[in-house]
């Protein structure tokens, strides 16, 4: 059964930082392509930054680039996300997922909650 369980949310105030991980079990993890999105209330999901099964350049949405940042360990199996300078427009829940293309598998998380506010 695969599994991808995301940590590391909260609170925290405009400014402030976050690491969200993202641990997954029961998939190839290496063959993954990896992507953090979140949903604010209100609004659709919206893809926030991705990175590819062979962990090339990742790809980031406009208005997180220069302060998020995507990292993967397969040793792990984990996927991190580390939030910097945040905003309180980027208050949300965000969630993990894994795809594969050649066979169009892809996996959610249950989703964290991050408040950003004074």
């Known amino acids: 059964q695969v599994q991808l369980v995301e940590s590391g949310g909260g609170s925290v105030q405009p400014g402030g930082s976050l690491r969200l991980s993202c641990a997954a079990a029961?998939?190839?993890?290496?063959?993954?392509?990896l992507s953090w999105y979140r949903q604010a209330p209100g609004k659709e999901r919206e893809l926030v930054a991705g990175?590819?099964?062979?962990?090339?350049?990742?790809n980031y949405a406009d208005s997180v680039k220069g302060r998020f940042a995507i990292s993967r360990d397969n040793a792990k199996a984990t996927v991190y996300l580390q939030m910097n300078s945040l905003k309180p427009e980027d208050t949300a829940v965000y969630y993990c997922?894994?795809?594969?293309?050649?066979?169009?598998?892809?996996?959610w998380g249950q989703g964290t909650q991050v408040t950003v506010s004074s």
């Open positions: 997922n894994a795809a594969r293309s050649w066979d169009k598998r892809a996996y």
């Open positions: 029961g998939l190839t993890f290496s063959t993954y392509a």
């Open positions: 990175v590819s099964s062979a962990g090339g350049s990742p």
